[in-house]
């Protein structure tokens, strides 16, 4: 493994209890949320971040944080709970101190500070009041006409039986080690309205396709793909776990979705 992972969040944890993302960044991978680069890179175009204030939450390994400022924001902030995860992506952009580390719940940062929230694949695995305490938390650090961008796991279709629903997040919570809770569109619709949230109608979806090839190679570029498979062929603890993994998305993959939604604040 390289020397760089030395530092990777829950590197020194057992690897059968490891979260399922950082597992898949210790062995190489970058890119962690359901939709890949592709749906972050039409969520960036959609949100328009040219001289604007942008905090993102939950930049992970910092690879959208890098993307944002090569949209040429007025500001970047990011915010993640993981302190190794925040050293790595100061280090990265080589901004000391733009990630902080804080809970999405309470980023310490002022009222109305900001013109765009970004976060991806973070809501989904907060249980239901921290999803809505993190929802209300963007909308009080939103300016108004302020847009909340997320970039999630989605359920489809909308009328998801509770059984099925309740299937697949167990399935989920064995195979990633994460409580993840994934909602259909018109409940992440919900979810973001109730707070006060006015959603653009376009949802944005894409397959989840974390594991398959094709996405990995889109993701990772061919070097980084072959990095990493050849990383899950060296260390078969890891292996198992991701062939779990890849099993229980391959499952479900009829009723698993990536969704890119836009919420504006009001004015
Ligand atoms: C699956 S990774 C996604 C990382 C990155 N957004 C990406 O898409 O590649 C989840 C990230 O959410 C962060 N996180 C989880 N819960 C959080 C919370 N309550 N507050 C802030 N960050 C949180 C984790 O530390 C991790 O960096």
């Known amino acids: 493994m390289e020397k760089s992972n030395e530092n990777l969040p829950e590197h020194d944890r057992p690897i059968s209890t490891m979260s399922g993302h950082w597992l898949l960044a210790k062995l190489g ?14 969520l960036l175009e959609a949100g328009d971040f040219a001289h604007q204030d942008v905090v993102e939450l939950a930049p992970g390994l910092g690879l959208t944080a890098a993307e944002i400022l090569r949209c040429r924001p007025k500001s970047y902030r990011g915010i993640d709970s993981d302190p190794n995860a925040a050293s790595k992506v100061n280090e990265r952009l080589n901004l000391p101190g733009a990630v902080l580390v804080a809970d ?3 980023t310490g940062l002022p009222d109305n500070s900001t013109d765009v929230v970004f976060g991806e694949a973070m809501l989904t695995m907060q249980g239901e009041k921290a999803k809505t305490k993190i929802i209300q938390e963007a909308f009080r650090i ?9 970039h999630e796991l989605g359920l489809t279709p909308d009328d998801l039986s509770p059984s099925t629903k309740q299937d697949i997040q167990r399935a989920l919570a064995k195979a990633i080690k994460v409580n993840a809770r994934p909602l259909t569109d018109a409940e992440w619709r919900d979810k973001l309205s109730d707070t006060g ?5 376009n949802t944005l979806f894409a397959p989840m396709r974390l594991l398959q090839p094709r996405r990995i190679i ?3 570029g061919l070097r980084g793909a072959g990095r990493f498979v050849f990383n899950v062929l060296r260390f078969p603890a890891e292996r198992r776990r991701v062939i779990e993994m890849r099993r229980t998305f391959i499952q479900h993959q009829d009723s698993l979705v990536a969704v890119g939604m836009i919420a504006v604040k009001p004015q």
């Open 218 to 220: 889109a993701d990772e």
């Open 142 to 150: 939103l300016r108004p006409g302020g847009r909340y961008i997320i």
């Open 104 to 106: 999405a719940t309470a």
């Open 197 to 201: 949230f006015a959603v653009r109608d």
């Open 29 to 42: 991978k970058r890119v962690l949320r359901p939709g890949g680069k592709e749906l972050t890179l039409k």
